[in-house]
């Protein structure tokens, strides 16, 4: 089974320093990691994804993630915060058996920008 | 080029009323989704369909049953509304099951008084 957990509730960071979320992950196979964002009544956006290429990967609008199998992490960082960077993200979780549940969501890390 | 739309935006239900919640995809994908979010719970899976002709439970199926009426469609069913199921409701396709990026529609607001 897989799962995947978000360590921090809520991230508040002032404008223009970097930013950390971080998140843990457990799975039976080799898995693949997303991050989402969501902002204020949107649908959720793919940031990026890993599926077993490069371990560092990078997103858009300035995000990256570094895959780090021995630690089974999935943080997701970017150097300079932007105030439109506000908003709610989830890891997740899918092992490439092919899941019958398809994705699996962490809880979610309320970002917030402080000016 | 719509991506995945979802029926309607808002409802509000009064308890033991019916609906359905409807979803439609351009992207000729072929599994589909439908989640819930709660706060503080991220999105749980309560059905999907891995291909057309098929569904399958997810973590919280109880008090839904859906409908794969053809690879573009995919509907949500609530025979007797419960306050329990104030939600927002996210449908998401994927190219095929398993280790793929899901698109999501913009979602459903229902509230169940």
């Known amino acids: 089974a897989q799962s995947v957990t978000q360590l921090d509730s809520h991230v508040s960071v002032s404008e223009g320093t970097p930013v950390l979320l971080r998140c843990n992950y457990s799975s039976s196979y080799s898995p693949s990691l997303f991050w989402y964002v969501q902002h204020p009544n949107k649908g959720l956006q793919l940031l990026l994804k890993?599926?077993?290429?490069?371990?560092l990967v990078k997103g858009i609008n300035g995000f990256e993630a570094e895959f780090k199998k021995s630690e089974t992490s999935f943080h997701l960082t970017k150097p300079s915060a932007h105030m439109s960077d506000a908003a709610e993200y989830f890891c997740v979780v899918s092992e490439s058996r092919g899941g019958a549940d398809g994705l699996t969501f962490g809880k979610g890390t309320h970002l917030i920008i402080q000016p | 080029n719509a991506g995945v739309t979802q029926t309607p935006k808002f409802q509000v239900l009064k308890t033991g009323q019916s609906m359905t919640l409807q979803c439609a995809q351009d992207m000729n994908h072929n599994s589909m989704y439908w989640y819930r979010q709660d706060p503080g719970m991220g999105l749980r899976l309560i059905y999907y369909?891995?291909?057309?002709?098929?569904?399958d439970k997810g973590e919280v199926p109880n008090g839904y049953n859906v409908s794969r009426l053809n690879k573009r469609e995919f509907s949500l069913r609530l025979e007797s509304a419960a306050p329990s199921q104030t939600s927002v409701y996210f449908c998401a396709t994927g190219r095929y099951r398993g280790n793929t990026e899901a698109f999501f529609g913009q979602g459903t607001r229902l509230t169940v008084v």
């Open positions: 369909s891995a291909s057309e002709g098929t569904t």
């Open positions: 890993y599926t077993s290429a490069a371990t």
